[in-house]
């Protein structure tokens, strides 16, 4: 049975795709709304430019990108983490799922640093178009990490080959959003 | 599968080098405008970052060929339209009249 689903062999059936077809039917509509509202968000600057950019002055920029550096390191600890459930390793699959999901608390406290910062600048969600966007944005895509890091947690504790795999699989998704988001919301002005 | 985590490694690398040049390009201690071809940099950096992401951690190089054409088109269709909607503003084809 371990060997039927090493990714090798996995060719027909959905394609292809690592773990259940029902996370990815979620994935692609959770990658349509962030995609909607990432072009939504280039339109209303593009409207309003001198508000955003004294908006995003406002943001710590570094912070944002240790942030990146945390969520895509986390994400490499999960995909170490279903290679390990391959070979039969349950318990390396499972300690390293839970190390993936203590990367999301990191990146959660960072972000509440962040938040903390703004809000005791005087910036709230009803700061004006950027900070409305921002919150919303960052707020949504923080959720999402929140429920990641349950979910990885979930399947490390039944940490079956295609548990492993949707649980990373939704994780990856998680982290390809804030690679996009980090560009369009902290760096471009 | 040995191969497969090495070349695993080698997107982590990738994503962590690349993420450090969008601080770069992206002049993170400054506030300076990026301009069209600095914000097309750090589009660029995210494309790339995308495409480690899909490849290696979601495995779609072990996926159909569509569901990679599928993907990159839409990272594509995204940066496109960020940047189109910043060149249009920044080149003043739109907003003239907000601006001021």
């Known amino acids: ?189 | 599968m040995v191969k497969g985590i090495s070349r695993l490694t080698l997107a982590w690398f990738v994503l962590l080098a690349l993420s450090v040049t969008a601080l770069v390009v992206g002049g993170a201690a400054t506030q300076d405008s990026l301009g069209v071809a600095g914000t097309a940099g750090v589009l660029l950096t995210a494309l790339f970052k995308g495409r480690e992401i899909l490849l290696h951690y979601l495995e779609l190089k072990h996926a159909g060929r569509g569901w990679r054409v599928v993907l990159t088109a839409y990272l594509l269709l995204i940066a496109g339209l960020v940047l189109l909607a910043y060149a249009a503003e920044h080149l003043g084809w739109v907003g003239a009249t907000l601006n001021k």
């Not at chain 1, 394609?15 to 509202?37: D, H, K, Q, R, T």
């Not at chain 1, 039969?88 to 406290?109: I, K, P, T």
């Not at chain 1, 504790?157 to 902290?186: Q, R």
Request: proline share 2%; hydrophobic share 55%; aromatic share 12%.
């Open chain 1, 1 to 189: 049975m371990g060997v039927a689903v090493t990714h090798d062999t996995r060719e027909d059936g959905f394609s292809g795709l690592p773990g259940n077809l029902m996370m990815w039917i979620l994935i692609f509509s959770e990658l349509a709304v962030f995609g909607a509202a990432f072009v939504g968000f280039a339109v209303a600057r593009a409207l309003d430019p001198a508000t955003f950019d004294m908006g995003q002055a406002h943001l710590d920029r570094l912070l944002g990108g240790l942030n990146t550096l945390v969520l895509v390191t986390s994400g490499y600890v999960a995909a170490l983490g279903v290679e390990a459930g391959r070979r039969g390793l349950g318990g390396r699959a499972r300690r390293l799922f839970c190390a993936a999901a203590a990367g999301g608390g990191v990146f959660l406290v960072i972000k509440m640093m962040e938040y903390s910062a703004t809000l005791s600048a005087g910036y709230t969600i009803d700061s004006g178009a950027f900070f409305g966007l921002y919150f919303m944005l960052t707020g949504f895509h923080a959720l999402h990490v929140v429920f990641g890091m349950g979910l990885l947690l979930v399947v490390a504790w039944k940490n079956s080959v295609e548990n492993l795999e949707t649980g990373a699989a939704f994780w990856h998704m998680v982290d390809l959003i804030w690679v996009i988001l980090y560009p369009i919301v902290y760096l471009i002005r």
